[in-house]
């Protein structure tokens, strides 16, 4: 079992950045994926960002160039750095953590994000 925990959201101007982090509970972080998620209201959870076991990395189109996704291994925490923000990445960011596909993964409780002047 593996608890996450999201922080960093907040209120920002259109411009501004933020920088989420999420903090796991594992003895075994270093062998996990990680991904962020973020929701729009009304809408399904979008994959926008992800970091492998070895620190590869992949994002979506909608934040490539913006977002960067990293992991502190000593610290057990997963971030996302977001620049350059718009009013359209205002939702919530959701953490997420599996070791291999057909295993569980583990969710954290979300942290909302609101880009708006």
């Known amino acids: 079992q593996v608890q996450l925990v999201e922080s960093g959201g907040g209120l920002v101007q259109p411009g501004g950045s933020l920088r989420l982090s999420c903090a796991a509970s594992t003895s075994e972080f270093s062998i996990y994926n990680f991904n962020w998620y973020r929701q729009h209201p009304g809408k399904q959870r979008e994959l926008i960002a992800g970091i492998t076991y070895a620190s590869s990395t992949n994002y979506a189109d909608s934040v490539k160039g913006r977002f960067t996704i990293s992991k502190d291994n000593a610290k057990n925490t997963v971030y996302l750095q977001m620049t350059s923000l718009k009013p359209e990445d205002t939702g919530i960011y959701y953490c997420?953590?599996?070791?291999?596909?057909?295993?569980?993964?583990?969710w954290g409780q979300g942290t909302q994000v609101t880009v708006s002047s």
């Open positions: 997420n953590a599996f070791f291999t596909l057909g295993l569980p993964d583990y």
